[in-house]
Each structure stands twice: as C-alpha cells, then as structure tokens.
C-alpha cells in the first residue's frame, strides 16, 4: 500500500493515544491508515473493508470512525479479493484479518 494525498480527505485521529505515537509505527499501521481514509471518503477498499470489519474494537480503542460502517465487510472483503485472484483470495484475506488483529494488539499495548 503507498503513501496517499491525506490532504485530500482528512483521516479521524485516535482518542486517547498519546501524541508521539504514530499509527505507522504500529504493524499495519499504514494499511489502517489508509482504510480510515478511504472509509472517510466512502471508498470501498481492502484498506477500508478491513478496517471495517475491525470497527467494533477498533472503536473501543479510540479511533474514531465513519458513523456508517459497510454492512457485511467479511463478504465484501473477501468478494474484491476474489475478484483481483480467486486463486489466492482465501489466503491474502486470512494474511490481512491477522494484519489487522496485530494493529488491534499493538494499540492494547500502547494504551496500557
């Protein structure tokens, strides 16, 4: 995932985290990044669909998020991988669902 434009759609900031963190610093931190964004913007992503389907913790962990969430981010995750390979679709969506639980990990330990 590359580096985007942030200023041509602001991305939520963390509540709660301390302002020396950086999410990039975290594993995932820039595919996290990049999926508040696209959420922000309603852009159905890998990024977004993933942040998506972690919003409920992702929330209690103090990042704020679009108030409308994609309904069945699972599905639709897994139907745009599928659509880039079918082949490899299962695999890249369990490496990005463990990308995403390290992310989840790694803010615990830093509001600790």
């Given at each position: 995932?590359?580096?985007r434009d ?17 999410m ?7 595919l ?50 599928s ?30």
């Amino acid at each position: 995932m590359g580096k985007r434009d942030q200023s041509s759609c602001p991305i939520s900031l963390p509540h709660g985290v301390r302002m020396t963190l950086r999410m990039d610093s975290l594993p995932a931190g820039e595919l996290v990044e990049t999926g508040l964004a696209d959420l922000q913007c309603n852009r159905e992503t890998v990024p977004a669909l993933l942040v998506a389907i972690g919003a409920p913790k992702l929330r209690k962990l103090g990042l704020i998020l679009p108030p409308t969430i994609p309904s069945n981010p699972e599905h639709r995750l897994y139907d745009l991988l599928s659509a880039e390979n079918s082949d490899s679709a299962h695999s890249k969506y369990n490496a990005l669902i463990r990308k995403l639980v390290s992310f989840q990990r790694a803010m615990e330990c830093v509001k600790k």
